[in-house]
């Protein structure tokens, strides 16, 4: 193996493990995205039935003023 051919060698193992860093980050932020989207649908449900709760009170307390 030439001079070339070694550095060559060199600078792809370099990628390699570059690349391997890569795509265990990437694994990672994608399941940090996973938990987000999932926390996002939670919280989501919790805001319709929030809301849900909101309207019904709002409603009670429109016949609360009608009756008085």
Same mark, same amino acid.
């Given at each position: 193996? +030439?001079?070339? =051919? $070694?550095?060559? $060698?060199? =600078?792809?193992?370099?990628?390699?493990?570059? +690349?391997? =860093?890569?795509?265990? #980050?990437?694994?990672?932020?994608?399941? %940090?995205?996973?938990?987000?989207? &999932?926390?996002?649908? %939670? *919280?989501? &449900? $919790?805001? %319709?039935?929030?809301?849900? =709760? *909101?309207?019904?009170?709002?409603? #009670? +307390?429109?016949? *609360?003023? %009608?009756?008085?």
């Amino acid at each position: 193996m +030439n001079e070339q =051919e $070694s550095r060559i $060698s060199k =600078e792809n193992r370099i990628i390699r493990k570059a +690349n391997c =860093e890569l795509d265990k #980050e990437n694994k990672e932020l994608k399941a %940090r995205v996973k938990d987000l989207e &999932e926390e996002n649908k %939670r *919280l989501d &449900e $919790s805001v %319709r039935a929030l809301k849900d =709760e *909101l309207f019904k009170l709002m409603v #009670e +307390n429109e016949e *609360l003023k %009608r009756r008085n």
